[in-house]
């Protein structure tokens, strides 16, 4: 971002909530907008793939895992409702990407802004913290599952030649590394709207595993002619007690509502589209494209993937437990995987970038004068400038995921603890308030009675999934050594 929209963006921050003051920019130059920042260039389809490459994760793994627990009565229900209040919330808070007026409002350039701008006080701090560790948690949740993938292909080359009767023992320590030090080469791209072409990739990669995911799973069922599982679900006996039964349902819940998680970039990636038309009207469209194509993903690998392998389906499709799981074709798997790492590299960063800015933000605020901060080198041959502060800030921050991912390695327990702590807050609670506000509806209206119950309705699953995700976790840590993790 220019500096000029840097101080434009800070100036527009510091006004009244519902100041509808609009900044004129240069006259006679048609490179800037409403704000005086540089033209937007995002459309429909960048902001699509920007959500694809969001929403389409390492979240799909876990489906097969979640439906399981679920059953196929409630696993598809519970995958398509969570899909209905994900792109219905989304498009509330799309309203709210402009204070006032849809079409010439002043801006919210990020989630915390648009708080502000409709909630105010201590709303916004609760938001952020809520907001940026949610953030960080994902950064360390996609380490934990790219290092997973890079040990799949480890193991399923290790199966293809010394037959699956052997051990094939893998460490995740060394590539988690590897991830980390890719992140601290790529981190140092400066702002969210440079990094579409990644977005692209990475989302061209989520739809290459998806479909090799489900094409396995199909190719499955097809050759042993059976669907496995139950209407209700795990079955309790042996070693799954009824404890276990209900914990692991609601860590279920979690995992879906992980794998639909984007709204707090979703004004993030909205600051990035044009205008005409409206960048709401844009954003109603690419989460209604998004939401769809994923629901449909998601239906079918969470469903071919609990046929496939009934009770026993692993917490992650592509990357299975032993023997359960797909070790054979090779060389598609070793694809799919590989796909999934490229993705994870690109999605790491679509999450990351928002905390970056708030982050390189507040600094050049509070010291403005600070040429430490302010200083950007450019790299020869290439575009890109390079900060002191940034390149020491943000190798810290990949360092310090890396490092959690290395003690905590997780899946599906970190997948679960992630969805229900940041699917209600930011899902749904502040969206619903926001857009009361945004919209001035009536308290106790039937409108307004109707967005508390769904926030209730929402909040007690979240609650349910967190209760479910810890308990996981506590089980997992018992007989866990740190820097040992290896499968």
Known sequence: MTKMGEQTGN???????FDLSINVPPQGSKCFDDDGRLKRTGSVWTASAHIITAVIGSGVLSL???????????GPAVMFLFSLVTYYTSTLLAACYRSGDPVTGKRNYTYMDAVRSNLGGFQVKICG???????????????????????????????????ENN????????????????QVFLSQIPDFDQIWWLSILAAVMSFTYSTIGLGLGIGKVAETGEIKGSW????????????????????????????????????????????????????KKASLISVSVTTVFYMLCGCFGYAAFGDRAPGNLLTGVGKIGFHNPYWLIDIANIA????????????????????EKSANQRFPDSKFISKEVKVPLTSLKLSPFRLIWRTLFVISTTVISMLMPFFNDV???????GFWPLTVYYPVEMYIV???????????????ILSMACLIISLAAAAGSFAGLSQDVKNYKPFQSSS
């Open 415 to 421: 997948v679960g603890i992630l969805g229900a702590f």
């Open 438 to 452: 945004q919209k001035r509806i009536p308290k106790w209206s039937t409108r307004w009675i109707c967005l508390e």
């Open 11 to 17: 100036k527009n921050q510091n006004q009244h909530a």
């Open 64 to 74: 097969a895992w979640a439906t399981a627990q679920l059953g196929w009565v409630a």
């Open 232 to 283: 209700t679900g795990i079955s309790i006996g042996g070693d799954v007690t009824e404890a276990d039964k209900i914990w692991q349902s609601f860590q279920a819940l979690g995992d879906i509502a992980f794998a639909y998680s984007y709204s707090i970039i979703l004004i993030e990636i909205q600051d990035t589209v044009r205008s005409p038309p409206s960048e709401s009207k844009t954003m």
């Open 129 to 163: 913290i809520i907001q940026y560790f949610n953030l960080y948690g994902v950064a360390i949740g996609y380490t934990i599952a790219s290092s997973i993938s890079m040990m799949a292909i480890q193991k399923t080359d290790c199966f293809h030649e010394k037959g």
């Open 340 to 359: 999934i790492v490229v993705h994870l590299v690109g999605a790491y960063q679509v999450y990351c970038q928002p905390l970056f800015a708030f982050i």
């Open 167 to 182: 051990p094939c023992k893998t460490s995740s320590t060394p590539y988690m590394i590897i991830f980390g030090v890719v």
